[in-house]
């Protein structure tokens, strides 16, 4: 389908989905439909609301004159024509202990982004939409959600935190991306909340995600908006604090009072167990373990190709739907391919 039929699909189809609801588990459209469409596009998440996902998902990064973009990460070579169209403007910062080279969105004003176009990052998806959309800001993503004729989820995330807060620009401007961010929220009506799945929350939803514990901190201090501690197989980017301690009792209990949602990867999970010759998946317990600390249980990332889906579920996106939600309980998912499982929920949560 060419990006005009995608645009017109978006004028004249209705949405598939009514009020979110608490009694199945929340479908976040991860980066927006970005399985079909280029990752964080107005279209991608356009696509998204149009095949059902309760929340669409943005991470932002922060221009050189301190607007907030849609992006998955401040280098700006693997998902926009930027390595093209600003060859010159390539650098190398190091971001989380690792060294990274490209374009960086913190090195370009706003005008300049304006000009650049949207890639599909992985190449094994299609590819024919590369350069026809462009990257929306963090203003232009609520609006899409606000405008949407139904209730629509927000689920941002600061992206690299402690690094965005130490760039020059952002400390001459005695500015941090959580005051950022928080701002442009109050600007659009998001500066009160209620408490998440209540019938005032669910009408008007939004979360804010980071994986830095201090990060949550801060933004605790500057909005109600409900928090979301994601989680991975790594340290805290900035704490350095290893996984077993951000999982242990002492350290759920001290995240509690300021995070409800904690999202860990997929993979901290499950484990491959052999019985009898044949493997199956076993349930970590750390699924258990959040909701019986109280907290709500998110996970991330879903995507229907082969690859990623659950060992031992041979490439059937059904089979690992049926072991995060229906096995271990899961509350919600992050999806690259949202109208899937919000087909899957609809049949199974009747």
């Known amino acids: 389908m060419s990006a005009r039929a995608y645009l017109l699909l978006f004028a004249l189809a209705s949405c598939l989905a009514a009020q979110i609801t608490a009694d199945r588990p929340l479908v976040v459209a991860h980066r927006g439909a970005s399985g079909k469409l280029p990752e964080h596009t107005r279209e991608a998440y356009l696509l998204a609301i149009q095949e059902g996902a309760d929340f669409i998902e943005c991470d932002v990064v922060v221009t050189k004159d301190l607007q907030l973009i849609c992006r998955h990460e401040p280098q700006l070579n693997d998902t926009t024509d930027a390595a093209e169209k600003c060859r010159d403007r390539s650098t190398t910062y190091e971001i989380d202990g690792a060294n990274v080279t490209g374009v960086f969105a913190s090195d370009l004003t706003h005008a300049e982004v304006r000009q650049l176009r949207a890639t599909q990052r992985l190449p094994f998806r299609n590819q024919s939409f590369n350069g026809n959309f462009s990257i929306p800001t963090f203003a232009e993503y609520l609006d899409i959600a606000l405008q949407a004729g139904r209730p629509v989820g927000l689920y941002p995330e600061t992206k690299h935190p402690a690094w965005h807060n130490l760039l020059p620009t952002l400390k001459a401007a005695n500015t941090t991306i959580e005051k950022l961010v928080t701002d442009v929220l109050k600007s659009k009506g998001y500066d009160t909340s209620a408490p998440i799945n209540s019938t005032a929350w669910l009408a008007r939803p939004i979360v804010l995600q980071s994986f830095e514990v201090n990060s949550l901190r801060r933004l605790h201090e500057l909005t109600p908006v409900p928090l979301v501690y994601l989680l991975d197989d790594a340290p805290d980017p900035q704490t350095s604090q290893p996984l077993f301690e951000m999982v242990s009792d002492a350290n759920l209990a001290a995240i509690e009072p300021f995070v409800t949602v904690v999202a860990p990867w997929k993979g ?26 109280g907290f709500i249980a998110h996970t991330y990332t879903l995507g229907n190709e082969a690859q990623f889906v659950l060992p031992t579920c041979g490439g059937d996106i059904e089979c690992e739907f049926r072991f995060l939600f229906k096995s271990e309980g899961i509350d919600g998912a992050f999806t690259d391919y949202p109208g899937t499982l919000v087909q899957w929920l609809d049949k199974n949560y009747r």
């Open 268 to 293: 901290l999970l499950y484990r491959v167990s052999s019985d009898g010759g044949d493997k199956k998946l076993v349930s970590t317990g750390l699924t258990a373990r959040l909701k019986q600390k």
